[in-house]
């Protein structure tokens, strides 16, 4: 996910890089609540005030206190555990293990690679990502990279939901749970990510309701932030929120872990 921002006191210019922390932050000073470095002025709904609040974490987050992550109220966090057909967040294995002892509902998920065939790249996010109960489904997270050194093809649409098709298959029969997807805009109208379906998304919108952005499209979450700041957290982290209440998040949990 990618955005510039201006920001007053020690940050003036901040460069928030793409791909749920597929590239570093910049350094924010550590907050006693939760938080924004640079907020949007939203027209109706306020993602922050939804009752049910997460984060996602890759490696670039650094060294994370999960005690405090969970005492800020926070409810879930996606952690970054593969890429492509051969990488591994480092960070990965310790946030997994650090989330679920501070009590903090957490998923795993893999960012695509455009360049490797899609059952290569389930298989290593199988072979990485643990299937343990209580867990979140696994999360897909597929967008366009055209800051990747190695990879910034842009395969035709019908390409691209074939791959999604295929992960999603052998992703699901594995863990027992259909991955959720993650995207931005504009992959989703590039490759009409509206025709899949039986599909559940993640939506990145970070400055209008994911209705205007996306319009039509049903989502279960909204990445609204890119520039979070959390307890516990050293750096610009982003925001997410669940769209519905707490009653409803029960529910989802029970319907959706693993």
């Not at 863990?175 to 509206?194: A, H, K, S």
């Not at 669940?242 to 998040?249: L, T």
Request: aromatic fraction near 12%; include cysteine; charge should be neutral.
């Amino acid at each position: 996910m990618a955005s510039f921002t201006r920001q007053s006191g020690a940050l003036v210019l901040v460069l928030a890089l793409a791909a749920c922390g597929s590239a570093p932050v910049p350094q924010a000073a550590t907050p006693d609540h939760l938080s924004d470095a640079d907020p949007t002025r939203w027209h109706g709904t306020d993602p922050a005030r939804l009752p049910v609040q997460g984060i996602d974490l890759a490696r670039f987050q650094g060294i994370v206190d999960w005690p405090k992550i969970k005492a800020a109220g926070l409810d879930f966090a996606w952690l970054k555990a593969t890429e492509g057909g051969d990488r591994v967040d480092p960070a990965f294995e310790d946030n997994w293990r650090g989330a679920k002892r501070a009590g903090v509902a957490r998923g795993a998920y893999h960012f695509y690679y455009h360049c490797r065939p899609a059952h290569e790249q389930a298989a290593w996010f199988i072979r990485n990502a643990p299937r343990e109960a209580g867990a979140l489904p696994p999360v897909l997270d597929i967008e366009w990279t055209p800051d990747s050194p190695t990879c910034t093809i842009r395969p035709d649409a019908a390409v691209v939901r074939a791959g999604i098709a295929e992960f999603q298959r052998i992703v699901a029969a594995h863990y027992g749970q259909r991955p959720v997807i993650y995207t931005t805009v504009d992959f989703w109208r590039d490759n009409e990510l509206g025709q899949l379906r039986g599909e559940e998304f993640w939506l990145r919108s970070v400055a209008a309701p994911p209705s205007a952005i996306y319009p039509g499209q049903s989502w279960s979450f909204w990445q609204f932030s890119a520039t979070g700041l959390v307890p516990g957290v050293a750096t610009l982290t982003d925001r997410n929120a669940f769209n519905g209440s707490k009653q409803a998040w029960q529910a989802w949990l029970a319907a959706r872990s693993q």
